[in-house]
């Protein structure tokens, strides 16, 4: 395959920059031209950010799958699309030619249609990091069903809170999952979710871990006898089906600064468009290459540079199903080692913490088939940029810091590999067709250079968020009201003198733990939610690994007696109203917390206090109780 879109020089960057800015669409339908469309567009873009109402690509048809999979069995049917490296590393891998993904990709959807599933309807996909975890993704995409990925450490309460959004009636499950040296039963908690959505006629189940679990009679089936029946009735190819570029591909859920996640909505055509070009542009893919992106399918990331982008790049893409450090802190550098890996994909929590095991796990692997390294998910510090840069890279490799997020679709301001060139812990600058700005607390422009203000974008991108699923105006709300005709990111960003964008955190309250969006009021909630507590504030804090961790000051009637049990208790509520992901890593008990006289609580002040800078709060004479503030300093943990 060639990709007449990607950019080779630093000189041609320039001119696709300058050409996306003077003539988007020209710059747009030329990208759309290498994809494969049943029927061209109408038009190539139709916007307004008001309502917000945006159209790429309108009145074109197309199949995300037939660009993924179908067109490249003529050059590369037998090439792996899929090499899967199961947790435990004594189990057998499995590679997956663009043959065999056709036909387990086509039986699949089959098996979803012979269930019912329809154009439209939504599938909710709750797996491990399995190879059928991207064949159901496809297989959803094929017949044009909806699917909505829950990453495989949430709640049964989270995902029945998403079932319900999406008001999805299949799921698709594992009987569980191995992460480590864990078995997550994931049936389990399906079961433990659908007491609450009796909506859910169809749950599919995957043989993984053979996990005792309980199969509801007219419920619930096994993937194994569905695809059986498919073989018995004969049925081999499942027609991909004819989409809209508009039409809906995936619903993603994600944290805002609301107590309840919000279901980010992507389309097919401009998903499928940006999710390619991001991807063969900023890691420079070439041909032949095995591209390693570590994150889980259950993130944006995962749907993007697993699935989507690679695989419509005619990529080999690796899937792994453990975690970095079990059973050493050498698995990634033996993966790369065994595979001949060349574009590794990571996040800085995973090298902050393999960091953490000094040189001996790297040491002992061949990391020189490596060409491209890249970041994502948080700023990079530079202390773990230059630890990936010379002991992983040797020196040689660019590392890409790429910056986006669940509602960009793909990745917005990175340097391309090799291209553009790399400044620690910058983004850089932003990739052709993506025009950033840089606004203060009133929305007016900032300009110039060596300034900071509030990250937004002020023209359309394909791959962009169209709506929040069954709630437009939220979508509008949280993105497009603040101010008016931009698409405000929710980040504070740097741009330096030579124009390079580097993000400084969420300005919203937001936090971002290992890379994982959690909303401050969420994990609120969730505290709240234990017998015992009265009231709680959330901020975060720097975490060494983590790079940002949860902090919750919480009033407490303390009925143990025992402040430590108490903290596990309401670690644990938060577990199962949300998942381990999002559990404090410090609870303090406080007896008031700092409140305005209108009743708002003083973030700001617990903030401070979180990052022990107590100095630093400042004038406290306008709090209701300005000696609770002196009470929670001195009893800081
Ligand atoms: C938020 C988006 C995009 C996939 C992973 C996270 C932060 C993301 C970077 C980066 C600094 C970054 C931002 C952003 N972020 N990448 N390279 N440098 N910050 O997706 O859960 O939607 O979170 O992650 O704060 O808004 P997400």
Redesign the pocket.
Known sequence: MSYPYQIKTAEAYEAAYERSVKDPEGFWAEVASSFLWRKRWDSVLEWNFSDPDVKWFKGAKLNITANCIDRHLGTLGNKPAIIWEPNDPEEHHRLITYRDLYQKVNQFANVLKNNGVQKGDRVCIYMGMVPELAIAVLACARIGAIHSVIFGGFSAQSIADRLKDAHAQTVITCDGAFRGNKEIPLKNVIDDALVQCDFVNKVIVLTRTHTPVSMIKGRDVWWDDEIRKIETLGLHDCPAVEMDAEDPLFILY?SGSTGKPKGVVHTCGGYMVYATYSFVNVFQYQPGDVHFCTADIG???GHSYIVYGPLCAGATTLMFEGVPTWPDAGRFWDIVDEYKVNILYTAPTAIRSLMGYGLGPVQAHDLSSLRVLG??????NEEAWQWLHENIGKGKCPIV???????TGGIMI?NMAGVTPAKPSY?TLPLPGIQPILVDENGNEITGNDVSGNLCIKHPWPSMIRTTYGDHERCRTNYFATYPDLYF???GCYRDENGNYR?T??VDDVL?VS???IGTAEVENAINMHAGVIESAVVGYPHDIKGQGIYAFVIFTNTHGDENLSRQDIMQTVARIIGPIAKPDKIQFVSGLPKTRSGKIMRRILRKIAENEPGQIGDTSTLLDPAVVEEIINNRI
Do not use: F, K, L, M
Not at 375 to 380: K, L
């Open positions: 994600t993130w944006i990331t970041s994502v998910g948080e700023p990079i810091d790429t910056w986006w997020q669940t509602e990175s983004a990111t929710g980040d993000i955190g969420r971002n890379g994982h969006r």
